[in-house]
């Protein structure tokens, strides 16, 4: 690893790697310059508010990395956890009377962010146990049902447990974090505070995926029965991780709430799962980095159409499925491990 | 070293018991599931039947789902999930055939691209097609330039033909006589030459052959013509139409792209991963066409509904479940009783093995493939016309044929059957003391229930 | 594991052992009888069966492993022996018996507590973590157990070292940065056996090590494979190759239709009339 890395920033090496058509370097270049087109093009406004729904999206795809890259479990109930914290963490910040609205009464406890954060992550933790004893009982193609299913359960809990989440009506008034007296109601401080956490996520998954278990992962992604045999049990491991990957969407979740102050169930439909799973794929399975691009192009995407002329906007965000769609078949077809990925499915 | 070692107990985790209480646990479970059920008829033997009816009415959709997924799973051992694009595609390809002339023509959609795009893919499969007929036929005896240019003269005729098809909707019944009439004209030469061998030695002169093409020629034509004067009919003939477009789709792909990705591919995964791309390419272009709110279908097979006993079923629902029998009795006609079944079944077993005894695997894998798609959009059809159509009305279907097919036994088309109307009746079931809205979720626990105590299914793969 | 140790564990292994149940008394005539070997022994299999669907892969076999040496598993194709690997170590889960693994026995072998028991293998079909580099796969069985534990730990210079010293004793130190799936058969082969020998154990379980190699390679294996035997381990091997058996193995267990056909000594029981009709017979 670190020998591979040495020869990485040898003198020369990335124009040598250039000329040779690396896919990586080509890949990740291709997007940076694209991104740096758009933010000197548009200016610092738009910067800011493609900002915040790339670093959403960033923390939520590295986390699912972790799962899909490195332990070789397709799943695509992501989205789930993703809910569970955000529906947590709007709950219990959320300052609306809900007694006057007529509609679905839920207790308010207006509590602060910061205090609901560790909450509603270590709610995401112990839903993501349960789920995770249930869903390491399956594996390849079966374990892909199941954890569609988990999704769908999900998503039903958000709409029709009415008790809890107010189902269709969504929960609002969702507060805006606060340090010491200082409310971060503004875009960029805001910004600011998820890139924060997303330097906060990619850190933790860089120790994980660097140290002694992340290797674990990998070799169980390999041949689960094989490692078994040098006496790691594969089972710990699997929801060991599945349950840190969780926690993190859950914190995705939670800062998303927070960033919209409004959350409704169709935030969290399946098909924001499969789109998840297809941005992991597409930036590149087994690598931090490639989760972030895939982010990166995944929102670019979207402004990019925006731009184009004989697309009306209503369709911009089918387009962009129908585009990552095709990507996907063209990436399996020529590339299964995505662009700058170390792992092919 | 040896006390330190002991202390694993030789009697520590029993697999055996382990076993056995699995099977008590499983046991006990479907005990209480019977007891629930019992108790409830006794509650409500009339509330009961109804939900029963309900149940079979959703069960016959399920099975529909699963015949169709099992058939494709059990040939080429990926989840295809395309499956769940076809059964939207032939729901929106009813409405799209029908839209002008219900709700007075308020959502009326015809486009140009898509048009094109259904006559390009049709010109395709029926090139493919000719070829892989012809090239068999006639290939030592015609020029392969004159072979070719007639393929290509046929199919760009079956896709022009197509394009106007869908250009004119309107005009579907008439447009579809002369196929219809056709079709019909070649069922009845067919039948008329078999009972004619059987009844008579001399069945092969030839006073009687004509006389059999010119009877079989009258029905062709009559039947086109009563059907080019039957407005009404326009509804179940772009049934149909869908249908078969929907198929046709689904052979395309196959053939066109699977084909490649799988001779590439290492893991089914790789093909579960490039099919939720086509799913969600084509899921995205039914929003853009189509709009994604929700969309009634004309009613179908009207009347008032019957009442059984107290309980009270659509006619629409009645068709439904015979449609599912039907359709189940085809497939395992096909599978268990013709040469083709038996090409799919050794595909299943070992396609590298058939390859080598001689059988064209990526012609019998695409037909499966057609087969598939068309019971998808069947049962996307019925259950469009039985509530309404949205575009994310795919992915649900293949979760249910998905789990109907697992529940039944992944693999098994008797299961297939089964597992759809146990999935229906457990759904009903289910939400009874729920409501209706968390039916998905009834159907997933069923699932994982299924899953951790019949890990194969009902009926096992053979 | 003899009748006279009465001390420990032992005897409470064999209490409750029904032995109707498990086919014993077949076999079986008294504790006393059993061989031992001269340093106990460090496998046992008693009364074990698995079976495929109607097949009897392995049936109701009983049979004895001495400490140190090397032993031999041999038979015709189809005769169980890599159902018995997969059933000693783990791999596949026992239909009935009792598997003694250095004097413990156990109802249902865990895969991954085998290596506490002093136990692993190689596969038939080599089996590496294809997806990672050769160093990783020597690292990945080197470290931390324990997940949380393995979550702190960084690769310590202990490991390396010893990471080092068998990829340099495989020969495949110089492609520590590949692929293990980018190797040569040969060399994947190599891997493996270097993968095991990572783990330091008492017992190996080889599965077919020379199928399939040059001589040069084979020549590399058998060296390694005497190492071990040298330090004192014990080394239990499948092989089609009846010159490498009777050149390497102290001692011989022949199986047929997943039943014992011999055990003991090579050259007198490859002499035995049914053996060698086991082989050209049928």
């Known amino acids: 690893m670190t020998a591979l890395a040495r020869r990485a920033f040898q003198p020369g090496e990335l124009r040598r790697r250039a000329a040779a058509g690396d896919v990586k370097l080509w890949a990740s270049l291709l997007i940076l310059v694209w991104a740096a087109v758009f933010m000197i093009w548009q200016g610092l406004g738009f910067a800011i508010s493609i900002g915040s729904v790339f670093a959403i999206w960033a923390i939520l795809a590295v986390s699912l990395n972790l799962v899909v890259g490195y332990a070789g479990l397709l799943s695509v109930g992501h989205i789930g956890f993703f809910g569970i914290g955000a529906y947590a963490a709007a709950i219990l910040t959320s300052n609306a009377s809900y007694e006057q609205l007529r509609t679905e009464a839920i207790p308010t406890f207006a509590w602060p962010f910061f205090a609901a954060l560790p909450v509603s992550i270590a709610l995401v933790g112990v839903a993501a146990v349960v789920v995770g004893v249930v869903l390491n009982r399956f594996r390849d193609d079966i374990y892909v049902l199941v954890s569609f299913g988990f999704a769908i359960i999900a998503f039903n809990v958000f709409l029709n447990g009415r008790g809890l989440t107010r189902g269709a009506f969504g929960v609002h008034q969702i507060a805006r974090p606060a340090i010491g007296g200082w409310e971060l109601t503004g875009e960029l401080e805001f910004l600011i505070l998820l890139l924060v956490f997303l330097a906060l996520t990619v850190a933790v998954s860089w120790l994980i995926v660097t140290s002694s278990f992340g290797r674990v992962l990998t070799a169980i992604r390999e041949d689960e029965q094989a490692i078994e045999v040098f006496g790691y049990r594969a089972t710990h491991y699997k929801l060991a991780i599945w349950v840190i990957s969780a926690m993190l969407a859950g914190l995705a979740g939670a800062l998303f709430a927070s960033w919209t102050s409004f959350i409704d169930p169709n935030s969290f439909i399946l098909l924001e799962s499969v789109l998840l799973v297809s941005i992991v794929i597409l930036g590149g399975l087994a690598s931090i980095w490639g989760s972030l691009l895939g982010a990166m192009a995944f929102v670019l995407l979207e402004e990019g159409m925006r731009f184009l002329p004989f697309l009306p906007a209503e369709y911009v965000g089918q387009a962009r499925q129908a585009v990552l769609g095709i990507l996907l078949v063209l990436l399996m077809l020529f590339r299964p491990q995505g662009l700058v990925g170390r792992y092919r499915l | 070293m040896t006390t330190a070692r002991s202390s694993v107990s030789p009697t520590r985790g029993l697999r055996r018991w382990q076993g056995r209480q699995t099977q008590l646990l499983a046991g006990a479970l479907a005990a209480a599931a019977a007891a629930y059920v019992a108790w409830k008829i006794g509650q409500s033997p009339d509330q009961a039947l109804q939900f029963t009816l309900n149940g079979l009415a959703v069960g016959a959709v399920y099975a529909l789902l699963a015949m169709g997924f099992t058939l494709v799973y059990s040939t080429v051992w990926f989840f295809d999930l395309y499956y769940g694009a076809a059964a939207a595609l032939g729901a929106y390809g009813v409405f799209y055939l029908r839209s002008h002339d219900f709700l007075g023509g308020q959502y009326a959609v015809n486009s140009p691209v898509v048009n094109t795009v259904f006559a390009l893919v049709a010109a395709g499969v029926s090139g493919w097609v000719l070829h892989v007929v012809l090239y068999r036929r006639v290939r030592t005896r015609a020029n392969p330039t004159v072979l070719l240019s007639l393929v290509g003269a046929l199919a760009a005729g079956v896709g022009v033909y197509t394009g106007l098809l869908l250009a004119n909707p309107e005009q579907l019944h008439v447009m579809l006589s002369p196929v219809v009439g056709v079709l019909v004209m070649a069922a009845a030469a067919v039948l008329l030459r078999r009972g004619m061998r059987r009844v008579s030695a001399r069945a092969d002169a030839w006073p009687l052959r004509a006389l059999a093409l010119a009877v079989a020629a009258a029905a062709g034509a009559a039947a086109g013509f009563l059907l080019a004067g039957a407005p009404d009919a326009s509804l179940y003939l772009s049934w149909g139409v869908s249908c078969v477009l929907a198929g046709c789709v689904g052979l395309a792909l196959y053939r066109g792209l699977y084909v490649y990705v799988r001779a590439r591919a290492t893991s089914p995964l790789i093909m579960l991963v490039a099919s939720l791309g086509i799913l969600l390419t084509i899921s995205a272009f039914i929003v853009i066409v189509f709009r994604s709110a929700p969309r009634p279908l004309p009613e179908a097979l009207g009347g008032s509904p019957w009442s059984v006993a107290g309980a009270a079923i659509k006619g629409f629902n009645v068709f439904a479940i015979g449609l599912a029998l039907a359709g189940f009795a085809a497939l395992w006609l096909l599978v268990k009783k013709t040469a083709f079944g038996k090409a799919v079944r050794a595909i299943g077993d070992d396609e590298e093995v058939s390859k080598v005894v001689g059988i064209d695997t990526t012609v019998v894998i695409a037909v499966v493939f057609f087969i598939g798609a068309v019971y998808a959009a069947v049962a996307g059809i019925l259950t469009g016309h039985d509530t309404a159509i949205q575009p994310r009305m795919g992915l649900l279907l293949l979760m249910k044929g998905w789990i109907a097919s697992v529940i039944g036994g992944l693999g098994n088309i008797n299961g297939a059957l089964i597992g759809g109307f146990a999935l229906g009746l457990i759904e009903q079931f289910g939400i009874w003391d729920l409501a209706g809205e968390w039916k998905d979720v009834v159907a997933f626990v069923a699932l994982i229930v299924f899953l951790s105590f019949w890990p194969k299914g009902l009926l096992a793969r053979k | ?282």
């Open chain 3, 1 to 282: 594991m003899s009748g006279g140790d009465g001390s420990g564990g032992s005897d409470d292994v064999r209490v409750d052992l029904p032995l109707e149940e498990i086919g014993l008394s077949k076999h079986f005539h008294s504790w006393e009888n059993l061989y031992t070997g001269q340093d106990g022994l460090a496998l046992e299999t008693i009364g074990v069966s698995k079976s495929f669907g109607a097949v009897k892969a392995v049936d109701r076999l009983t049979l004895a492993i001495p400490r140190k040496g090397m032993t031999s598993i041999v038979g015709p194709n189809g005769s169980g022996k890599s159902t018995l690997m997969n059933l000693l170590s783990g791999t596949l889960p026992l239909d009935g018996g009792l598997v003694v693994i250095d004097e413990v026995g156990l109802k249902v072998v865990k895969p991954y507590e085998t290596p506490q028991h002093g136990l692993t293998r190689t596969f038939q079909e080599v089996r590496l973590f294809d997806q990672i580099s050769v160093w990783d796969n020597i690292m990945v069985v080197l470290t931390e157990r324990r997940p949380f534990a393995a979550l702190l730990e960084r690769s310590k210079p202990g490991h390396r070292q010893k990471a080092r010293g068998i990829l340099q004793s495989v020969g495949l130190w110089e492609k520590r940065d590949v692929m293990a799936q980018e190797l040569s058969y040969g060399q994947r082969k190599l891997l493996e056996i270097g993968r095991a020998m990572a783990l330091d154990v008492d017992t190996y379980l080889f599965d077919e090590p020379f199928a399939g190699l040059f001589p040069q390679m084979l020549e590399r294996v058998k060296d390694l494979m005497k190492q071990i035997r040298d330090s004192g381990r014990t080394i239990v091997f499948v092989s089609h190759n009846m010159d490498i058996v009777r050149e390497l193995s102290n001692r011989i267990i022949v199986l047929d239709s997943g039943q014992l056909l011999a055990e003991g000594d090579v050259e007198p029981v490859l002499g035995r009339p049914e053996v060698i009709e086991a082989y050209l017979g049928a």
